[in-house]
């Protein structure tokens, strides 16, 4: 495409003369230059998915695109839209390459026609099953039965088949020592296979189903597994939800299993496990080093090397007559049951004892079986931060070996859901209240169930010609760990206006400097505390805690609602818009061990309490207060639109009817005074943390494409909301399940401090931009003047005075958008002096640097007090990103 053709096509959506591809091109045609996130891979193990957003207007719905290095050579490139903005434009793109190419340092991003892979992915979707041929690799997909992957095949050889789910039943806990505990073992059953994407670089095929064991079918799956062109690897996203009674359901054992055909002989048959770092463990089945007799310098290299040994007939006779009184050890297991110690084991068959072979701190998850005749590589990602977890293999002496990755290890014991107490005598909600004015938890009987909770784990699989070097063993091992990712700079992603206000760093001033060093400080205090206090395992890794104790030296993880944060107070936004700023790797990958945890854990997928979230407690699901806060599509929007991740767009897709949930859950019961009756017609939802999560589902479903209703009641919420007498101030309405609209009633004010908190802002800030709404936009700015304004100026627009609000450096971003908005000087300065007066988060005064952390396990006693919440660094981190980008050039000195 010329660049003449491309800038006519944009003017038909409303560009401006010039395709605004790069904030800091000179010309359309030099398209956006991509990096790697943490900088160039040693190997594309298995393809790679990104995002790329475009301004307003500038992009034209059927732009294509190319993809070159920075040398000039085409990639191989397959796109898709995954966003659009109101007037049909593109807002966001997905691309996919494949390993065919060696990495490139950099990547230049632009318009024109993609290159073709040398071979495509190709799928053929038939009536029992799918076919994927990715050039290198096929793998066949049965539409039902208990086979998740029929087999896959590297040319004329079959490396694997039968891949299936399994789950370990216990119907007790095992607490009591004279009790007799029963193991039953369920298969996942295939219900629905659909093919989500078809190549040319990339396909997609979604598993759906349950496991199964005579006539119970329970703990429904979604299981994606995806494939790229010129490649031999598998990747695999795997979620079930917990819909067992927690009380007598306990998961001993969750994993997926192949079957590995063994071909070559014995001494030739060998296994890898990747250790800490690029460490790796070689063994053999049968081994021929060590022996007292020596069979030859080359047959002990090659083995050790995985190669195959030379002809056993020009081996020292000594040892090629006595091989069958060698051992074979056809069983190995790696188990990782806690984040800083794995165990490997082997054994040479059932029946007989495992011997210890190595052990170490964190193992890298990876595993292989197999021989120079072709072998299967296996792998989980955030394998010691998930712990318990493990790697099995087995009769790998055998015609067929097994390898199994666990997601939850057999031998850790069983998975235990169980409510932590039992109630303290909280029968009443005046009880219960009073246990919120002691423990900060909101009790009650019956809330604190795990039932419709999930979890989400990241698998892969290649089907290897021969048993890898240990060199090439680590590259897998990398590419398990840290799936490489294509990301778009700072300043492109701030260009395109994407995800309200913010701007990338600034450091052109001791002011800026100054705050920009305490985000920064911030940031790396909480990563550090992930690993000082060892928050990882299967259910916990991806939260942090809420509160700390410093007469302890503890964090609060024990006490009621200041225990796991839950997305209390949005540390998702802040560690998010902390990425978007920095463009840093760690940030991201914190963010995103955050937004699959947030988005499977404290959320509820199935039951009655479906779409709803858990608030902050001791268990992730513990506490009674279900709420459209947690599970808000605001949290989940990030990691899709940069990933295209098909799992987080179900998340957030589900949310699109959450309204219902105002049907089946009082969220005021505790205090309501008379009768609950919902009427679908007249529900009440709140303007502030309930409103919020519905327009930021619906928002997310508009751009996507997906549900027109979604963006009817989103327009007829946001108008109806400014049609109020005085709009947000009123704190809620009377709700309309059927279009979304909220009736006026009379004149009322009710303003609380955790209304604009939970993605509030954001979402005001975007759909004004989107829409330009003028009375949403005049009822949105009275809020954000008035929250930390004056009583007498709440009283003379509003009737009545707000009271003493809390969280007002928080709220400081509130009145720095009307400044910005307005372009207000006086409220420009407002807001600064809310920031530096640091009401419930941290003053200007604090000296942060004092408070870092060198090695010790615990903080030092007298720096604890300046951390004493998590949300008043997300929401300091909040306030300090959306004033710099809007009223940036109004900090005083």
Same mark, same amino acid.
């Given at each position: 495409?010329?660049?003449r053709?491309?800038?006519?096509?944009?003017?038909?959506?409303?560009?401006?003369?010039?395709?605004?591809?790069?904030?800091?091109?000179?010309?359309?045609?030099?398209?956006?230059?991509?990096?790697w996130?943490?900088?160039?891979?040693?190997?594309?193990?298995?393809?790679?998915?990104?995002?790329?957003?475009?301004?307003?207007?500038?992009?034209?719905?059927?732009?294509?695109?190319?993809?070159?290095?920075?040398?000039?050579?085409?990639?191989?490139?397959?796109?898709?839209?995954?966003?659009?903005?109101?007037?049909?434009?593109?807002?966001?793109?997905?691309?996919?390459?494949?390993?065919?190419?060696?990495?490139?340092?950099?990547?230049?991003?632009?318009?024109?026609?993609?290159?073709?892979?040398?071979?495509?992915?190709?799928?053929?979707?038939?009536?029992?099953?799918?076919?994927?041929?990715t050039g290198?690799?096929?793998?066949?997909?049965?539409?039902?039965?208990?086979?998740? /992957?029929?087999?896959?095949?590297?040319?004329?050889?079959?490396?694997?088949?039968?891949?299936?789910? =399994?789950?370990?039943?216990?119907?007790?806990?095992?607490?009591?020592?004279?009790?007799?505990?029963?193991?039953?073992?369920?298969?996942?059953?295939t219900?629905?296979?659909?093919?989500?994407?078809?190549?040319?670089?990339?396909?997609?095929?979604?598993?759906?189903?349950?496991?199964?064991?005579?006539?119970?079918?329970?703990?429904?799956?979604?299981?994606?597994?995806?494939?790229?062109?010129?490649?031999?690897?598998?990747?695999?996203?795997?979620?079930f939800?917990?819909?067992?009674?927690?009380?007598?359901?306990?998961?001993?054992?969750?994993? =997926?299993?192949?079957?590995?055909?063994?071909?070559?002989?014995?001494?030739?048959?060998? /296994?890898?496990?990747?250790?800490?770092?690029?460490?790796?463990?070689?063994?053999?089945?049968?081994? =021929?080093?060590?022996?007292?007799?020596?069979?030859g310098?080359?047959?002990?290299?090659?083995?050790v090397?995985?190669?195959?040994?030379?002809p056993?007939?020009?081996?020292?006779?000594?040892?090629?007559?006595?091989l069958?009184?060698?051992?074979?050890?056809?069983?190995?297991?790696?188990?990782?049951?806690?984040?800083?110690?794995?165990?490997?084991?082997?054994?040479?068959?059932?029946?007989?004892?495992?011997?210890p072979?190595?052990?170490?701190?964190?193992?890298?998850?990876?595993?292989?079986?197999?021989?120079?005749?072709?072998?299967?590589?296996f792998?989980?990602?955030?394998?010691?931060?998930?712990?318990?977890?493990?790697?099995?293999?087995?009769?790998?002496?055998?015609?067929?070996?097994?390898?199994?990755?666990?997601?939850?290890?057999?031998?850790?014991?069983?998975?235990?859901?169980?409510?932590?107490?039992?109630?303290?005598?909280?029968?009443?909600?005046?009880?219960?209240?009073?246990?919120?004015?002691?423990?900060?938890?909101?009790?009650?009987?019956?809330?604190?169930?795990?039932?419709?909770?999930?979890r989400?784990?990241?698998?892969?699989?290649?089907?290897?010609?021969?048993?890898?070097?240990?060199?090439?063993?680590?590259?897998?091992?990398?590419?398990?760990?840290?799936?490489?990712?294509?990301?778009?700079?700072?300043?492109?992603?701030?260009?395109a206006?994407?995800?309200?206000d913010?701007?990338?760093?600034?450091?052109?001033?001791?002011?800026?400097?100054? =705050?920009?060093?305490?985000?920064?400080?911030?940031?790396?205090?909480?990563?550090?505390?992930?690993?000082?206090?060892?928050?990882?395992?299967?259910?916990?890794?991806?939260?942090?805690?809420?509160?700390?104790?410093?007469?302890?030296?503890?964090?609060?993880?024990?006490?009621?609602?200041?225990?796991w944060?839950?997305?209390?107070?949005?540390?998702?936004?802040?560690?998010?818009?902390?990425?978007?700023?920095t463009?840093?790797?760690?940030?991201?990958?914190?963010?995103?061990?955050?937004?699959?945890?947030?988005?499977?854990?404290?959320?509820?997928?199935l039951?009655?309490?479906r779409?709803?979230?858990?608030?902050?407690?001791?268990?992730?699901?513990?506490?009674?207060?279900?709420?459209?806060r947690?599970?808000?599509?605001?949290?989940?929007?990030?990691?899709?639109?940069?990933?295209?991740?098909?799992?987080?767009?179900?998340?957030?897709?589900?949310?699109?009817?959450?309204?219902?949930?105002?049907?089946?859950?009082?969220?005021?019961?505790?205090?309501?005074t008379?009768?609950?009756?919902?009427?679908?017609?007249?529900?009440?939802?709140?303007?502030?943390?309930?409103?919020?999560?519905?327009?930021?589902?619906?928002?997310?479903?508009?751009?996507?494409?997906?549900?027109?209703?979604?963006?009817?009641?989103?327009?007829?919420?946001?108008?109806?909301i400014?049609?109020?007498?005085?709009?947000?101030?009123?704190?809620?309405?009377?709700?309309?399940?059927?279009?979304?609209?909220?009736?006026?009633?009379?004149?009322?004010?009710?303003?609380?401090?955790?209304?604009?908190?939970?993605?509030?802002?954001?979402?005001?800030?975007?759909?004004?931009?989107?829409?330009?709404?003028?009375?949403?936009?005049?009822?949105w700015?009275?809020?954000?003047?008035?929250?930390?304004?004056?009583a007498?100026?709440?009283?003379?627009?509003?009737?009545?005075?707000?009271?003493?609000?809390?969280l007002?450096?928080?709220?400081?971003?509130?009145?720095?958008?009307?400044?910005?908005?307005?372009?207000?000087?006086?409220?420009?300065?407002?807001?600064?002096?809310?920031?530096?007066?640091?009401?419930?988060?941290?003053?200007?005064?604090?000296?942060?640097?004092?408070?870092?952390?060198?090695?010790?396990?615990?903080?030092?006693?007298?720096?604890?007090?300046?951390?004493?919440?998590?949300?008043?660094?997300?929401?300091?981190?909040l306030?300090?990103?959306?004033?710099?980008?809007?009223?940036?050039?109004?900090?005083?000195?």
């Amino acid at each position: 495409m010329s660049r003449r053709t491309l800038i006519k096509s944009a003017a038909l959506v409303g560009a401006a003369g010039q395709i605004g591809w790069s904030a800091g091109a000179a010309h359309a045609d030099e398209g956006v230059r991509l990096t790697w996130l943490e900088g160039l891979p040693r190997r594309l193990a298995a393809g790679t998915t990104w995002g790329v957003p475009w301004p307003k207007g500038t992009v034209p719905k059927d732009q294509t695109f190319a993809l070159r290095t920075a040398a000039g050579t085409q990639v191989p490139m397959q796109t898709w839209a995954t966003a659009y903005w109101p007037d049909g434009s593109l807002k966001w793109t997905a691309h996919a390459i494949g390993p065919e190419i060696a990495p490139s340092e950099q990547y230049v991003l632009g318009p024109g026609s993609p290159a073709a892979p040398a071979k495509a992915v190709t799928v053929e979707d038939g009536r029992d099953e799918v076919a994927v041929d990715t050039g290198v690799i096929r793998l066949r997909i049965p539409k039902k039965g208990e086979r998740l /992957v029929g087999s896959i095949i590297r040319g004329d050889r079959e490396i694997a088949r039968a891949g299936h789910l =399994i789950c370990l039943r216990q119907d007790e806990s095992g607490d009591d020592e004279s009790g007799s505990v029963k193991v039953e073992r369920f298969e996942g059953r295939t219900e629905k296979v659909t093919v989500e994407q078809s190549g040319p670089v990339r396909a997609v095929v979604k598993i759906v189903g349950r496991h199964r064991r005579g006539g119970r079918s329970w703990l429904p799956f979604v299981v994606r597994l995806y494939l790229y062109a010129g490649g031999d690897g598998i990747r695999a996203v795997h979620t079930f939800v917990y819909d067992g009674n927690e009380k007598k359901d306990f998961i001993r054992g969750l994993g =997926i299993r192949f079957e590995v055909p063994m071909r070559d002989e014995l001494y030739n048959r060998h /296994v890898r496990f990747a250790g800490t770092g690029d460490g790796v463990l070689a063994e053999a089945v049968r081994g =021929i080093t060590g022996l007292r007799r020596d069979p030859g310098a080359a047959v002990r290299q090659a083995q050790v090397a995985g190669q195959a040994t030379p002809p056993v007939e020009t081996w020292d006779t000594r040892v090629s007559s006595r091989l069958h009184l060698i051992p074979a050890f056809g069983d190995y297991s790696l188990r990782q049951l806690t984040a800083d110690g794995f165990q490997v084991r082997k054994r040479t068959k059932p029946g007989h004892g495992w011997i210890p072979v190595d052990s170490g701190g964190r193992a890298g998850g990876l595993g292989y079986v197999g021989g120079p005749s072709g072998g299967f590589a296996f792998g989980l990602r955030n394998f010691w931060q998930l712990h318990p977890t493990q790697l099995d293999i087995r009769g790998a002496a055998g015609d067929v070996a097994e390898a199994t990755v666990w997601l939850w290890s057999p031998d850790a014991g069983p998975m235990d859901l169980r409510f932590y107490h039992d109630g303290m005598g909280q029968d009443t909600y005046a009880e219960q209240l009073e246990g919120l004015e002691i423990s900060y938890e909101d009790y009650e009987p019956g809330f604190g169930t795990p039932y419709g909770v999930a979890r989400t784990s990241e698998l892969m699989f290649w089907a290897l010609e021969a048993t890898p070097a240990a060199e090439k063993v680590a590259e897998l091992a990398e590419a398990v760990r840290t799936p490489p990712l294509v990301v778009a700079p700072p300043a492109h992603l701030h260009a395109a206006k994407v995800f309200g206000d913010w701007s990338p760093v600034d450091r052109s001033t001791p002011a800026k400097a100054r =705050i920009e060093d305490r985000l920064d400080f911030l940031f790396d205090f909480h990563s550090e505390q992930v690993e000082q206090r060892s928050w990882y395992g299967f259910w916990d890794y991806g939260d942090i805690m809420h509160s700390y104790d410093p007469d302890r030296h503890v964090w609060r993880y024990d006490v009621g609602g200041y225990a796991w944060a839950n997305s209390e107070l949005s540390p998702d936004l802040w560690l998010w818009y902390h990425y978007l700023r920095t463009g840093k790797a760690e940030a991201f990958r914190f963010a995103e061990a955050m937004t699959r945890h947030t988005g499977e854990v404290d959320v509820y997928h199935l039951g009655k309490w479906r779409d709803l979230g858990t608030r902050h407690g001791v268990q992730h699901w513990a506490d009674s207060a279900k709420q459209l806060r947690i599970s808000t599509a605001g949290y989940r929007r990030f990691l899709y639109f940069l990933t295209a991740d098909e799992r987080i767009g179900d998340l957030m897709r589900d949310l699109v009817d959450s309204d219902k949930t105002f049907l089946v859950l009082d969220p005021i019961r505790k205090i309501r005074t008379g009768p609950y009756e919902p009427d679908p017609h007249a529900l009440s939802v709140g303007t502030g943390t309930d409103w919020s999560g519905l327009a930021l589902a619906w928002l997310t479903e508009w751009e996507r494409g997906g549900d027109p209703v979604a963006k009817e009641k989103l327009l007829n919420s946001m108008r109806s909301i400014a049609a109020m007498p005085n709009g947000f101030a009123r704190g809620g309405g009377l709700y309309d399940l059927d279009d979304g609209t909220f009736k006026p009633t009379e004149p009322a004010v009710s303003v609380g401090s955790l209304g604009a908190v939970f993605g509030l802002v954001e979402v005001c800030s975007e759909l004004i931009h989107l829409t330009g709404d003028e009375a949403f936009t005049r009822a949105w700015l009275q809020y954000c003047r008035l929250y930390n304004g004056t009583a007498a100026e709440q009283q003379a627009e509003t009737g009545k005075s707000w009271g003493n609000l809390n969280l007002r450096q928080a709220h400081s971003r509130l009145t720095a958008y009307a400044a910005a908005k307005l372009g207000d000087a006086t409220l420009a300065a407002r807001a600064w002096k809310e920031f530096d007066t640091g009401h419930a988060g941290y003053p200007k005064s604090l000296e942060f640097k004092a408070v870092r952390v060198e090695g010790s396990k615990v903080l030092k006693p007298v720096d604890e007090t300046a951390f004493a919440s998590t949300n008043a660094s997300s929401q300091y981190g909040l306030a300090a990103i959306q004033c710099l980008a809007l009223v940036g050039d109004h900090l005083p000195a």
